[in-house]
């Protein structure tokens, strides 16, 4: 166990250490591109038709929460910046067993995503190539992202850096071209379009509150991802610069990527009528005249679930080898090749992703889907775990160790507080509107499988108690 609120980082087991090549351009573009995904370009429609308009204040007030979460994170990060981030601060100051099922949690959630992802490279890839068949896509995106990843971090970085940059450009690109429309009338004969559609179809919240408690939960699932920040701090060159920049730019990219792009087309279209037509980026694009609008979100499509599949195959790598270094996975996961990837580890992940889309192909749709929503759920335990790991963190801290700190938390506790209080509105939330409840069903019993396989094997990280008793 740690000694005091200083925890003896673990070495790796075999091999070289992880190297610190990520740098400060990759850990921004990575910061951002974690929140664009798949869901901005084609899951929107589904959130609008809830809310309404008023879906740009469920993305603004769920963006404050998980900019409280993030500089939880990072006060955490900077202080202390190893692989496996929020799991191993699980473990330092909630113990054990809150560390043992963040980890097992967090790699598995990623697995459930990454299979989705595939799935959608290949589902995109068939528009071009309807004759070619999916598995072939859903392989050789895999066997990609899976190469990327074991040659070394700064391919990963290098990648991530790229596919977050398309996202960012097509978006930015989508914005002034939006608003071109609003205000210039490109696309409509020159005459403005303004922005009377955000009230003129049963007012800016036509579903009333009700519609924007019932976007929470889609918009929340939207930011998951965004704390993989926290796990490059084992590989980034300067942690104590990069992280809080990194986190600190969050919140802000958020206002302009997810509620500037859905001011735009909410604007421009009437928002009981998007969901009926399409990719709301396509539609806007092709209002400029853009005639291969389709063909280009296509294209950007495919490199979104391509970089999150990236970062998924990443995230799970990186937790799979510190629960491994410990003493809660099999040593041979803590092992680094002579490029200070933890090769065994994503050897594992990359094979557990073969049988996943396998799985795909052969169980029912519905199975599927619940499956999916235990990547909800984890998510929203991950946060949980974050903010409980951050509160205890602060509060065994000397005032003078307290006023130390490089990266500190806004307003603690208050904040942390309050951030939990909405998380667990996110779970209620969960449990009155029946197409989520089942989440709640299968969440908490994945984790009482774990709890179960924890007692059972005794995987209590004995090897890190020895550690830290030897550092003292």
Same mark, same amino acid.
């Given at each position: 166990?740690?000694?005091?609120?200083?925890?003896?980082?673990?070495?790796?087991?075999?091999?070289?250490p992880?190297?610190?090549?990520?740098?400060?351009?990759?850990?921004? %573009? $990575? /910061? !951002? #591109?974690?929140?664009?995904? =798949?869901? &901005?370009?084609?899951?929107s +429609?589904?959130?609008?038709?809830?809310?309404?308009?008023?879906?740009?204040?469920?993305?603004?007030?769920?963006?404050?929460?998980?900019?409280?979460?993030?500089?939880?994170?990072?006060?955490?990060?900077?202080?202390?910046?190893?692989?496996?981030?929020?799991?191993?601060?699980?473990?330092?100051y909630?113990?054990?067993?809150?560390?043992?099922l963040?980890?097992?949690?967090?790699?598995?959630?990623?697995?459930?995503?990454?299979?989705?992802?595939?799935?959608?490279?290949?589902?995109?890839?068939?528009?071009?190539?309807?004759?070619?068949?999916?598995?072939?896509?859903? %392989? $050789? /995106? !895999? #066997?990609?992202?899976?190469? =990327?990843? &074991?040659i070394?971090?700064? +391919?990963?970085?290098?990648?991530?850096?790229?596919?977050?940059?398309?996202?960012?450009?097509t978006?930015?690109?989508?914005?002034?071209?939006?608003?071109?429309?609003?205000?210039?009338?490109?696309?409509?004969?020159?005459?403005?379009?303004?922005?009377?559609?955000?009230?003129?179809?049963?007012?800016?919240?036509?579903?009333?509150?009700?519609?924007?408690?019932?976007?929470?939960?889609?918009?929340?699932?939207?930011?998951?991802?965004?704390?993989?920040?926290?796990?490059?701090?084992?590989?980034?060159?300067?942690?104590?610069?990069?992280?809080?920049?990194?986190?600190g730019?969050?919140?802000?990219r958020?206002?302009?990527?997810?509620?500037?792009?859905?001011?735009?087309?909410?604007?421009?279209?009437?928002?009981?009528?998007?969901?009926?037509?399409?990719?709301?980026?396509?539609?806007?694009?092709?209002?400029?005249?853009?005639?291969?609008?389709?063909?280009?979100?296509?294209?950007?499509v495919?490199?979104?679930?391509?970089?999150s599949?990236?970062?998924?195959?990443?995230?799970?790598?990186?937790?799979?080898?510190?629960?491994?270094q410990?003493?809660?996975?099999?040593?041979?996961?803590?092992?680094t090749?002579?490029?200070?990837?933890?090769?065994?580890?994503?050897?594992?992940?990359?094979?557990?992703?073969?049988?996943?889309?396998?799985?795909?192909?052969?169980?029912?749709?519905?199975?599927?889907?619940?499956?999916?929503?235990?990547?909800?759920?984890?998510?929203?335990?991950?946060?949980?775990?974050?903010?409980?790991?951050?509160?205890?963190f602060?509060?065994?801290?000397?005032?003078a160790?307290?006023?130390g700190?490089?990266?500190?938390?806004?307003?603690?506790?208050?904040?942390s507080?309050?951030?939990?209080?909405?998380?667990?509105?996110?779970?209620?939330?969960?449990?009155?509107?029946?197409?989520?409840?089942?989440?709640?069903?299968?969440?908490?019993?994945?984790?009482?499988?774990?709890?179960?396989?924890?007692?059972?094997?005794?995987?209590?990280?004995?090897?890190?108690?020895?550690?830290?008793?030897?550092?003292?």
């Amino acid at each position: 166990m740690p000694v005091g609120n200083h925890p003896a980082p673990a070495e790796p087991i075999e091999g070289v250490p992880l190297k610190r090549e990520l740098g400060e351009r990759h850990i921004r %573009l $990575m /910061a !951002l #591109g974690a929140c664009i995904g =798949v869901g &901005l370009f084609l899951g929107s +429609a589904k959130a609008i038709e809830m809310a309404g308009p008023a879906i740009m204040l469920s993305y603004i007030i769920g963006g404050l929460a998980i900019l409280v979460i993030m500089r939880a994170l990072g006060e955490m990060a900077v202080h202390n910046p190893v692989a496996g981030s929020f799991s191993r601060y699980a473990q330092d100051y909630l113990g054990p067993l809150a560390g043992f099922l963040t980890g097992w949690n967090y790699w598995f959630l990623w697995l459930v995503t990454c299979v989705a992802e595939i799935t959608a490279v290949a589902i995109y890839m068939g528009i071009w190539f309807p004759d070619v068949p999916r598995w072939i896509w859903a %392989l $050789m /995106a !895999l #066997g990609s992202m899976g190469a =990327v990843n &074991l040659i070394a971090v700064k +391919a990963f970085g290098e990648f991530e850096f790229w596919f977050a940059l398309i996202k960012i450009v097509t978006i930015i690109a989508m914005v002034l071209g939006g608003i071109g429309v609003i205000a210039f009338g490109f696309g409509n004969d020159g005459v403005a379009v303004g922005i009377s559609n955000l009230w003129s179809n049963g007012g800016f919240m036509p579903n009333g509150v009700t519609g924007v408690l019932m976007s929470l939960q889609m918009v929340m699932f939207a930011y998951l991802g965004v704390e993989m920040i926290g796990l490059t701090a084992g590989e980034a060159r300067n942690p104590q610069k990069t992280i809080p920049q990194a986190i600190g730019s969050v919140f802000w990219r958020i206002l302009l990527f997810y509620v500037g792009a859905l001011f735009v087309i909410l604007s421009i279209y009437p928002w009981d009528g998007i969901g009926s037509q399409g990719s709301p980026f396509v539609m806007t694009f092709e209002r400029l005249g853009i005639k291969t609008a389709a063909g280009i979100i296509n294209f950007v499509v495919i490199t979104a679930a391509l970089s999150s599949c990236n970062g998924g195959i990443f995230s799970t790598g990186r937790m799979l080898y510190s629960l491994a270094q410990n003493g809660q996975a099999p040593a041979a996961f803590a092992r680094t090749s002579q490029s200070g990837v933890p090769r065994n580890a994503l050897l594992l992940s990359i094979g557990a992703l073969l049988l996943g889309v396998l799985a795909n192909y052969l169980v029912p749709e519905k199975v599927f889907v619940w499956v999916t929503s235990i990547a909800t759920f984890g998510a929203i335990w991950t946060w949980v775990m974050i903010l409980l790991a951050q509160i205890k963190f602060r509060a065994g801290l000397s005032s003078a160790e307290q006023k130390g700190l490089k990266y500190r938390m806004w307003l603690w506790p208050l904040s942390s507080y309050l951030a939990l209080a909405f998380l667990v509105l996110v779970v209620g939330l969960m449990a009155y509107f029946e197409d989520t409840r089942v989440a709640l069903y299968i969440g908490p019993a994945f984790l009482v499988l774990l709890t179960v396989l924890y007692y059972a094997f005794r995987l209590a990280p004995k090897e890190v108690q020895g550690m830290a008793s030897t550092a003292s």
